[in-house]
């Protein structure tokens, strides 16, 4: 049974950063896709960030150049570092296996979820 755990979120001042962390147990992630996506009160869960399994990263456009996913496969862990947090990045942020080797930033093609964790922003 797969499972993922995220941590790593908190509460930051605008300007700030923060890495979360997304440990998977049940399956090897080297062969799989893994997506960040992020949720805010009374919003939809948002597309942030996609890797390949060979570690090509994909962002949704007001993240990029500020956020960058990564991957650890030898520890089954993806990583978001957030850098120059602002107030609108606050959300639950959840990490997501696709059955896949390519990602994809729509959440229904992502077969398994992690609880979340929580990023507030403050301005």
């Known amino acids: 049974q797969v499972q993922l755990v995220e941590s790593g979120g908190g509460l930051v001042q605008a300007g700030g950063s923060l890495t979360l962390s997304c440990a998977a147990s049940?399956?090897?992630?080297?062969?799989?896709?893994m997506g960040w996506f992020r949720q805010a009160p009374g919003k939809e869960r948002e597309f942030v960030a996609t890797?390949?399994?060979?570690?090509?990263?994909t962002y949704i456009d007001s993240v990029k150049g500020r956020f960058t996913i990564s991957r650890d496969n030898g520890k089954n862990t993806v990583y978001l570092q957030m850098n120059s947090l602002k107030p609108e990045d606050t959300a639950v942020y959840y990490c997501?296996?696709?059955?896949?080797?390519?990602?994809?930033?729509?959440?229904?093609?992502?077969?398994?979820w992690g609880q979340g964790t929580q990023v507030t922003v403050s301005s």
């Open positions: 997501g296996l696709k059955e896949s080797m390519y990602g994809s930033d729509d959440p229904y093609e992502y077969a398994y």
């Open positions: 049940g399956r090897t992630l080297s062969r799989n896709a």
């Open positions: 890797i390949n399994w060979f570690g090509s990263g």
